[in-house]
């Protein structure tokens, strides 16, 4: 087990400071590429067989970690979509909805236990393509994937349970749109419910992460699920809108940005669809004086760094008490420059690559801007591989309120740091925000916690932790979140109409 080395450095006013050396090493703990097998090219995956698309065309996939390219999938067009829709409409109707719910549940199962099987494999491509972490796709994005089928598979016969003299009905077929940064958990948190409670599915995977729902095909395949109830096409936004706007979908789950969230709801106002949308967040930390530091300064760090910032939830915005600023922010600069950014198939990196050229260049924008409002930045002094697409953890301190570091979402490995002096101004200041997906409280007392809980204007709020997530919970925002929540018994809810008996 390495050992990170320590060097003491003099400051200039004689005391004694410990810094961890950024010379430090681990050995190099690669994950092998060869436990995955990724095709050359891949087709739409449509009533259970794969069909080439009618568009013709296909783009490219990159590893953005070496800007290699790993493949080429399908760019689906509005005919691709209704082949798709097509199909999965005469799954429901044939097949599916009548399907005794506990044989629907034995599929589910399947799913799940197949995922938990090729966990290393998913694993692996989820890196490769998505740019994370292997320790973070192996050890949080595939079995928690795997955990939501299971999870739902055991509600699909027990509606009349969760629901209490309540007749529950499925909708029909789910159009899904996902986004990049967990595609496959993304994929899981979708299509877990929407097929346990006997609807069928045309899902989207994100542009730039297509593999693993890909993979999922593959493993929808081998569980043998009847051909059409799940559904699985890539493509970009046009592929999207075709899916929101074909009269034959009868509900929207959509995750992504608030803009594309903002275009589907017009696009199905005054029609009959049913809609959730997980849109962006920009959630605040909140450590109070009487907080264990240590802990949550490493709390923070998890909340923003980890996954690159590439989490909707993410802790973005820390308000820390006056009184212990000084502190938190020392410390907070000393870890940053532990953190271990570069090779996200290296089982040791902390941070990898940033999942497009495109969101790297947002990221960098955003830094810009935050300098330019006079905010002070400090970024780890880590070296980054010359190729790929990389980012220093960065922090900024003396930031205003009304700053766009601290009110617009940046979805990258970047944190603004603001202070406060009393409950009132933190409650005040953490709710002043457009966005309202998750927040953090670090406190040593539990009726803090639950007068912050009760005022904070956030679909999840985690106490003295930060981005712990179960498949028995609910999540989902307010305001620009979005609305709408997918996980636990309330992620069933969208998924059927019910009826009293
Ligand atoms: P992000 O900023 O996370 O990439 P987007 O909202 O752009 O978020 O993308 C999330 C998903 O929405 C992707 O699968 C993308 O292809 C899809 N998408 C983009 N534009 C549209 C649209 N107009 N209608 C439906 N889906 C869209």
Same mark, same amino acid.
């Given at each position: 087990?390495?050992?990170?080395?320590?060097?003491?450095?003099?400051?200039?006013?004689?005391?004694?400071?410990?810094?961890?050396?950024?010379?430090?090493?681990?050995?190099?703990? /690669?994950?092998?590429? #060869?436990?995955?097998?990724?095709?050359?090219?891949?087709?739409?995956?449509?009533?259970?067989?794969?069909?080439?698309?009618?568009?013709?065309?296909?783009?490219?996939? $990159?590893?953005?970690?070496?800007?290699?390219?790993?493949?080429?999938?399908?760019?689906?067009?509005?005919?691709?979509?209704?082949?798709?829709?097509?199909?999965?409409?005469?799954?429901?109707?044939?097949?599916?909805?009548?399907?005794?719910?506990?044989?629907?549940?034995?599929?589910?199962?399947?799913?799940?236990?197949?995922?938990?099987?090729?966990?290393?494999?998913?694993? =692996?491509?989820?890196?490769?393509?998505?740019?994370?972490?292997?320790?973070?796709?192996?050890?949080?994005? =595939?079995?928690?994937?795997?955990?939501?089928?299971?999870?739902?598979?055991?509600?699909?016969?027990?509606?009349?349970?969760?629901?209490?003299?309540?007749?529950?009905?499925?909708?029909?077929?789910?159009?899904?749109?996902?986004?990049?940064?967990?595609?496959?958990?993304?994929?899981?948190?979708?299509?877990?419910?929407?097929?346990?409670?006997?609807?069928?599915?045309?899902?989207?995977?994100?542009?730039?992460?297509?593999?693993?729902?890909?993979?999922?095909?593959?493993?929808?395949?081998?569980?043998?699920?009847?051909?059409?109830?799940?559904?699985?096409?890539?493509?970009?936004?046009?592929?999207?809108?075709?899916?929101?706007?074909?009269?034959?979908?009868?509900?929207?789950?959509?995750?992504?940005?608030?803009?594309?969230?903002?275009?589907?709801?017009?696009?199905?106002?005054?029609?009959?669809?049913?809609?959730?949308?997980?849109?962006?967040?920009?959630?605040?930390?909140?450590?109070?004086?009487?907080? /264990? =530091?240590?802990?949550?300064?490493?709390?923070?760090?998890?909340? =923003?760094?980890? &996954?690159?910032?590439?989490?909707?939830?993410?802790?973005?915005?820390?308000?820390?008490?006056?009184?212990?600023?000084?502190?938190?922010?020392?410390?907070?600069?000393?870890?940053?420059?532990?953190?271990?950014?570069?090779?996200?198939?290296?089982?040791?990196?902390? $941070?990898?690559?940033?999942? #497009?050229?495109?969101?790297?260049?947002?990221?960098?924008?955003?830094?810009?801007?935050?300098?330019?409002?006079?905010?002070?930045?400090?970024?780890?002094?880590?070296?980054?591989?010359?190729?790929?697409?990389?980012?220093?953890?960065?922090?900024?301190? &003396?930031?205003?309120?009304?700053?766009?570091?601290?009110?617009?979402?940046?979805?990258?490995?970047?944190?603004?740091?603001?202070?406060?002096?009393?409950?009132?101004?933190?409650?005040?200041?953490?709710?002043?925000?457009?966005?309202?997906?998750?927040?953090?409280?670090?406190?040593?007392?539990?009726?803090?916690?639950?007068?912050?809980?009760?005022?904070?204007?956030?679909?999840?709020?985690?106490?003295?932790?930060?981005?712990?997530?179960?498949?028995? #919970?609910?999540?989902?925002?307010?305001?620009?979140?979005?609305?709408?929540?997918?996980?636990?018994?309330?992620?069933?809810?969208?998924?059927?109409?019910?009826? &009293?008996?």
């Amino acid at each position: 087990m390495p050992v990170a080395k320590k060097k003491n450095t003099v400051k200039k006013n004689n005391t004694l400071k410990l810094k961890f050396d950024t010379s430090w090493s681990y050995d190099p703990a /690669p994950e092998s590429k #060869s436990a995955a097998t990724i095709n050359k090219q891949y087709d739409l995956f449509i009533n259970g067989e794969w069909q080439k698309p009618v568009s013709k065309k296909y783009f490219n996939t $990159i590893n953005p970690a070496t800007e290699e390219k790993l493949s080429e999938v399908a760019d689906a067009n509005a005919a691709d979509v209704d082949k798709a829709v097509k199909a999965a409409k005469n799954a429901y109707e044939k097949v599916w909805k009548k399907m005794p719910a506990k044989e629907r549940a034995k599929y589910v199962f399947r799913i799940a236990r197949i995922i938990q099987e090729r966990a290393r494999e998913l694993a =692996i491509i989820e890196t490769l393509d998505g740019g994370k972490p292997i320790k973070e796709s192996r050890d949080f994005d =595939i079995p928690t994937a795997a955990n939501h089928f299971f999870y739902y598979a055991g509600w699909a016969d027990k509606l009349e349970y969760a629901f209490p003299n309540r007749k529950t009905e499925p909708l029909g077929v789910a159009g899904q749109i996902i986004p990049w940064n967990f595609p496959l958990l993304m994929a899981a948190w979708k299509i877990a419910p929407a097929i346990a409670t006997g609807n069928t599915v045309v899902l989207k995977s994100a542009e730039t992460t297509p593999l693993t729902s890909l993979k999922l095909a593959e493993i929808i395949q081998e569980a043998d699920l009847p051909p059409g109830v799940v559904n699985i096409i890539t493509g970009a936004g046009s592929t999207g809108a075709a899916i929101v706007n074909h009269p034959d979908v009868n509900k929207i789950a959509f995750t992504g940005s608030t803009d594309v969230g903002k275009i589907i709801q017009r696009a199905i106002a005054g029609t009959d669809k049913k809609a959730t949308l997980e849109l962006g967040g920009k959630a605040a930390n909140i450590i109070f004086e009487d907080a /264990p =530091i240590d802990q949550a300064v490493e709390g923070v760090i998890n909340g =923003i760094f980890f &996954n690159q910032g590439h989490v909707c939830c993410a802790g973005s915005r820390l308000y820390v008490q006056e009184s212990v600023a000084k502190e938190v922010i020392r410390k907070l600069k000393d870890r940053l420059e532990s953190l271990i950014v570069g090779d996200p198939m290296d089982k040791n990196t902390d $941070i990898g690559a940033i999942n #497009s050229k495109s969101q790297l260049d947002i990221i960098h924008k955003y830094i810009g801007i935050g300098k330019k409002e006079g905010a002070e930045m400090y970024e780890s002094s880590c070296r980054l591989p010359g190729k790929g697409f990389f980012c220093r953890p960065t922090l900024f301190t &003396n930031v205003a309120q009304s700053n766009r570091i601290a009110q617009e979402e940046i979805f990258g490995p970047v944190l603004a740091i603001l202070t406060f002096r009393t409950e009132d101004e933190v409650i005040e200041k953490a709710n002043n925000s457009p966005y309202g997906l998750s927040a953090g409280v670090w406190t040593d007392k539990g009726s803090k916690i639950f007068n912050m809980t009760k005022r904070m204007r956030a679909g999840v709020v985690w106490a003295n932790t930060f981005n712990k997530f179960d498949p028995t #919970s609910p999540f989902g925002g307010y305001k620009e979140s979005g609305f709408g929540r997918e996980g636990g018994l309330h992620g069933l809810l969208p998924y059927l109409n019910l009826q &009293n008996i």
